[in-house]
């Protein structure tokens, strides 16, 4: 029996339970995570149309890194509970585990994308707190590349300190460029806040959104890094590496889906609106007309308008840049105007994914 075996036996045999336990439960946390994901994706497909572009391709490409690790979790795990069953020096080699190396980034790195592009787009399109990301998630792409190339011939034993550096930077940047993502977010969406009731309670909901999908991925991330440093490669480690990139992609298919959501419960706007074009009837009971009216900065404002002709009523013509404020409807009650700040901040906000500061000043073209 090889010198490698006889350790693996002495380690593995010593506390089977903290040694397979964590493998066998990264497997079935994997596929549970995994299941939720596409649950969420199917959904998210049904109305990804209206999503930018490059949005769509970051999903994509989450996705897809997804269903890699996951088919490549249960490959490995056949492979040490199946075809290798017996052996003990599979579970301290990194032959197999180190390839969480390549496979993490590709769904890690395309959410954390994802939120760097909105954190550049809600603080006015900062062009430092972009730099910043992207220097973290360089550092955390070559950080776990690097891991995977250099342990992948050796044993958990082994690691030198050329492999420790490599593993500290990819969970460490990792958790910098979620700090200043979370941070950013939210900081940009506070300053957007309108001193209107409504619309202030929109800008809270949707800071409770940002996060509540970004603390759990950093839990995960300062766990990994915190196991790594206290107990190097163990099982738990091995958990932690195997469910991590699940955790992004669930919270940000949440934001996503909850982005629409939002879009539904509040998608009517009553305004008066002059300068478009509005079907007119000379019925008397009331006609009614869908249109979209453009607005500066590429945003369309859908609004429905009621026609009543109950004695020459008129609306007072407002001016080329009004605020929702002061654009009123005489026919509606006090209640519909919820809807309408509501309905207008949502507009706004879905711009650049939620990735736009809420400004109300809007000009009618």
Known sequence: MSSVEEIARKQVTGNLGSHLSPLILGMAVDGLLMGVAINQFIRWWNHSKKEARHIRFL??????GAICATIFTWATTLHMFSYSYGSYSQFIKCDWIAWYGILDPLTK???????????????KRNYIILIAIGICLCLS????????????????????????????????????????ITSSII?????????????????????RISLEAQIPPT?????????FAAESMSSIVQFIAIIHP???????????????????????????????????SSSGS???????MPASGGITIETETYICSDGGLVVARPGLNRSFTDVKDTSIAGSDETHAFDAGAIALAETGALGTPLEFEVKLQ
């Not at 891991?147 to 500290?168: E, G, L, Q, S, V």
């Open 141 to 180: 792409v070559t950080g776990s590349v690097g891991y995977t190339f250099i342990t992948r011939t050796k044993t958990m034993n082994d690691f030198d300190m050329t492999a420790n550096i490599f593993f500290y930077l990819w969970p460490g940047a990792c958790i910098s460029a979620d700090i200043i």
């Open 59 to 64: 999903l994509y490409l989450a996705s897809f």
């Open 286 to 292: 009331g006609s009614k007309g869908l249109t979209k």
């Open 246 to 280: 699940k955790v992004y992609l669930v919270g940000c298919l949440a934001v996503l889906n909850s982005r629409e959501d939002l879009r539904n419960d509040r998608k009517t706007s009553y305004v008066y609106a002059s300068g478009g074009s509005y079907g007119t």
């Open 109 to 123: 790195i395309s959410i954390q994308a994802f939120y760097a592009e909105r954190a550049w787009r809600i603080n």
């Open 187 to 207: 900081y940009g969406l506070y300053h957007s806040r309108s001193g209107i009731d409504h619309t202030d309670r929109l800008v809270k909901r949707l800071m």
């Open 219 to 227: 839990l995960v991330a300062l766990l990994f890094f915190l196991q």
